[in-house]
């Protein structure tokens, strides 16, 4: 079946835009994790979504920061007033239902703020 | 969730057993240890999980010493798709959450 899908793959932006990464999760699972990835390091949690709350948004770094899940399907991880220190990639992984349930992890959106 | 360990890089021959260890020496006791790898542009990938009994899947084994300070992931015939950065993670559940905390992992770069 098809697993978690991101778009887009890419995105280059000014700093001080506004920017929106999409994730689709695969069908049927109620747990959704944002991680962001900088270069040469591991993935860091951002934020995790038990259907369409988000259960513990302790990951993001700061207001600017924001990530909806209004149908308990796809998420919308939102950046606000672009820095350049935004730049890395972006995570998406899902599981069953939460808890101890495998996280399957998304290609991640590569985010480049010029 | 406890710290882990683990070298910066390996080296492991086509066709031989690739033993990566990781040491977690601040392990709870109701913490796991997964083990993740990421192929290059690619999103981390699970591979096994374990608690204290050593694990076996199709992909590879982990063994948990007894006090459960260290682990290693044994995959058993290292082909070139192996090459990768593999995380040892353990973690706890947080009420409904379970956060992976990566560290910065081994680069397994199996050669031909």
């Known amino acids: 079946g098809a697993g978690v899908s991101q778009t887009p793959s890419n995105k280059v932006t000014e700093k001080g835009k506004y920017v929106e990464l999409r994730c689709d999760p695969i069908?049927?699972?109620?747990?959704l994790y944002w991680y962001r990835q900088s270069l040469g390091q591991g993935p860091e949690f951002l934020i995790y979504?038990?259907?369409?709350?988000?259960?513990?948004d302790s990951g993001l770094p700061n207001d600017r920061f924001f990530a909806v899940r209004p149908e308990g399907s796809v998420s919308t991880l939102k950046i606000q007033r672009t820095e350049r220190g935004d730049s890395a990639v972006y995570l998406c992984?899902?599981?069953?239902?939460?808890?101890?349930?495998?996280?399957?992890f998304g290609p991640g959106t590569r985010l480049t703020v010029l | 969730d406890a710290k882990t360990t683990q070298p910066t890089s390996m080296d492991c021959a086509e066709g031989r057993a690739a033993n990566l260890p990781c040491n977690h020496s601040?392990?709870?006791?109701?913490?796991?240890v997964y083990w993740y790898r990421q192929i290059h542009s690619q999103g981390p990938q699970y591979i096994i999980h374990?608690?204290?009994n050593n694990e076996t899947n199709e992909m590879a084994s982990l063994i948990i010493t007894e006090d459960r300070k260290s682990s290693t992931l044994i995959l058993p015939h290292a082909t070139l798709r192996d090459t990768a950065v593999y995380y040892c993670?353990?973690?706890?559940?947080?009420?409904?959450?379970?956060?992976?905390?990566f560290g910065s992992g081994t680069q397994l770069t199996v050669l031909p």
């Open positions: 374990g608690l204290k």
């Open positions: 992984a899902s599981s069953t239902s939460g808890g101890a349930d495998t996280q399957y």
């Open positions: 993670i353990v973690s706890v559940l947080f009420g409904s959450a379970r956060q992976l905390t």
């Open positions: 069908s049927g699972h109620t747990a």
């Open positions: 601040t392990i709870s006791g109701n913490e796991y």
């Open positions: 979504f038990q259907g369409t709350g988000a259960a513990d």
